[in-house]
Structure formats: structure tokens, C-alpha cells
């Protein structure tokens, strides 16, 4: 942690009692002065957190921020995790180290500067509100052998986030899990390497936990958090146990491939029956939607048969 993470940290802790402290008491309690506090302060709400500052009280949080315990995240990861307090992405991070990574090495950040999602668009990644989280894996017999992924991926989250008891759980094909109708969390994973030999992916996930309101008006679709839930789960607990729940599904998706994991796709599957309309580019088709095939291709039933579509930017609406 850089020395200037290091203060702002030690401000965040003082401000998560929830009252507000003074510009003096933090001065005192940093040894530090008031102008560097007010500066901090201000760097802060760059990262899109919300300080209240009134003349006469001093700063308190708008809302409780969500922080990774570091200690207790590395104490339970056995591989390598990078956790970070401010990076560009961690997809990224781990794609620009694949030489020196070993399957399961894992990225974490408590922000990034340029997060992404799928089909190149950008991924909302305000300080301390959500779960940024990249995994590291090898495949050796090239990206053929990992077709289907993402729904694995998307699997494992849904299935960790009932273990907490959520429940109103939906995945939208290939990679979005949506909450009472809204997208929750979404999965990118990115190649690096060759199709057909050994190749390096990164298995990124966004999951919403709470959503500034300033920055959730900023979205162009419906969305979701974990904010209206009666009890919040822990944010560290949450990151270990998606670890752990991956490491099972990938190494059983190594060995089994996607059919292991028909039973939890069609149990969480948003479309399963439904009329739909696919987008491939500038073409859309329409049709019956019959699952996922085992590549994870979608299955349509058109006025010209059945069809398979895999791959490409393809994007699937409800009809």
C-alpha cells in the first residue's frame, strides 16, 4: 500500500464510525494537518466516494464503504492474490503478468480507473462499493477446450450468492446474473495466447454490492445491487468463498466439461422456454430458445429449424 493509500485508509476507518469527526480530530489522530486532510478528502471523492463536509462537524460518509480485510483475504487464499487499492483493471493486471501467474493466482481492487465489460464497454468501478475480482487459469489444449466458461463462471457466482441466502438469482446467456430482474454482477473472460495450444485466460467478475445513486443514473440499463438485502454479506467472506467455489467448478469443468454443469444452468437460466431475439452483429433472429448446446452455444428453434449460435458478439434479448 502506498503512503498515500495508507492516509486515506486510516481517514476511511476514522469516517466508518459513521458520525462526523472533525478536521482537527483527524489531523490530530493522522499527525498530519488540516490541509493535508482536506486534500485527501478531496482525492477521495475522485474515486466516487460520497463525504458529507459541514462548517462547525467536519466529514462523515454519505454511506458505509465495503473493504477487503487484506489479512484475512491472504491468510485464506493458498495461491497468489494481488490485492490493490486503486488499479487501471485487474483483467488487466493479470493479462500484462500471464508469464509469472500459476493457475488460481487471483486480483483484487478496491477500484479501477478502467474497468471493462463485455464487448468493450465500460465497467462502473467506484472505491469500496463492489467486487472487482480476476482469476488466472491455463488451458492447455487452447481455447476450444474452455468454450462454455462463462456459464461455468456464472454458475459459481450464482451459487455462492445463495449460500449467503439470496435468492431471486437469474443468469442471462453467456455471462450476466441478474437480480429480481436486474443485472447484478456480469463475467469477461479475456485470451491471451493461441486458439489452439496452451493459452492463458483471465476470468474477470463485476458484482454489485452497493451502488452509488449518482453513479447507477449514469447506467443505460436496469440494475441491481445487494444493498436492499437484510443482512449484507461480507465482502471478504464473499471473495473467498467465490475463489474456492471456482477452483472446484473449473477443475470439474476441466474433466467433466459442460455437462456436469447442465443442471445448475437450466435452474438459473432467464430465457429457458421463452420466445427471444438474438443480435449477431446487425442481423437479429428471432426464435424458440432451447438452452445451450455443449460449447455453451445458444439453441434456437426458427422458422428455419434449429440453429446453434456460439461466439462473436452476440448479445440475447427476451423477445
Not at 498515500?4 to 476514522?14: G, H, S, Y
Not at 482537527?24 to 478528502?41: C, M, N, W
Not at 445513486?213 to 447506467?219: I, N, T, V
Not at 476441466?254 to 455437462?259: N, R
Request: proline share 2%.
Amino acid at each position: 500500500m502506498t503512503e498515500q493509500w495508507k492516509r486515506k485508509r486510516e481517514i476511511l476507518q476514522l469516517l466508518q464510525q459513521g458520525e462526523f469527526v472533525s478536521g482537527e480530530i483527524l489531523a490530530e489522530q493522522l499527525g498530519i494537518s488540516r490541509t493535508a486532510v482536506s486534500k485527501h478528502i478531496s482525492a477521495l471523492a475522485a474515486f466516487g466516494i460520497d463525504i458529507f463536509s459541514v462548517k462547525g462537524k467536519g466529514y462523515k460518509l454519505a454511506r458505509s464503504l465495503h473493504l477487503i480485510d487484506k489479512p484475512r483475504l491472504l491468510s485464506a487464499i493458498d495461491n497468489r492474490c494481488f490485492y490493490f487499492d486503486e488499479l487501471a483493471g485487474t483483467n488487466t493486471f493479470l493479462l500484462n503478468h500471464v508469464d509469472e501467474l500459476s493457475n488460481g493466482d487471483l486480483c483484487i481492487a478496491e477500484y479501477q480507473s478502467a474497468g471493462r465489460g463485455r464487448r468493450g464497454r465500460q465497467w462502473l468501478s467506484p472505491y469500496g462499493s463492489h467486487l472487482y475480482f480476476s482469476l488466472y487459469w491455463q488451458f492447455s489444449q487452447g481455447l476450444s477446450q474452455a468454450m462454455g466458461l462463462s456459464l461455468v463462471v456464472a454458475c459459481s457466482l450464482v451459487s455462492v450468492l445463495e449460500s449467503f441466502g439470496i435468492t431471486g438469482l437469474g443468469v442471462k446467456w453467456p455471462n450476466d446474473i441478474y437480480l429480481d430482474g436486474r443485472k447484478l454482477a456480469g463475467v469477461l473472460i479475456e485470451m491471451s495466447g493461441t486458439a489452439d495450444s496452451e493459452c492463458d485466460l483471465v476470468i474477470g467478475i463485476g458484482l454489485n454490492m452497493a451502488m452509488p445513486a449518482e453513479l447507477g443514473e449514469q447506467l443505460d440499463q436496469p440494475w441491481s445491487d445487494l444493498s436492499g438485502l437484510d443482512s449484507m454479506p461480507d465482502k471478504t467472506e464473499l471473495a473467498i468463498n467465490l475463489y474456492q467455489q471456482l477452483l472446484k467448478d473449473i477443475k470439474l469443468f476441466e474433466t467433466q466439461g459442460l455437462a456436469a454443469f447442465s443442471t445448475r444452468w437450466q435452474s438459473a437460466d432467464i430465457f429457458a422456454g421463452q420466445q427471444v431475439k438474438l443480435l449477431l452483429g446487425e442481423q437479429q433472429i428471432s426464435g424458440h430458445y432451447l438452452g445451450v448446446d455443449e460449447q455453451g452455444g445458444v439453441i434456437l428453434q426458427t422458422d428455419t429449424g434449429t440453429q446453434h449460435f456460439v461466439g462473436g458478439e452476440i448479445s440475447l434479448r427476451g423477445a
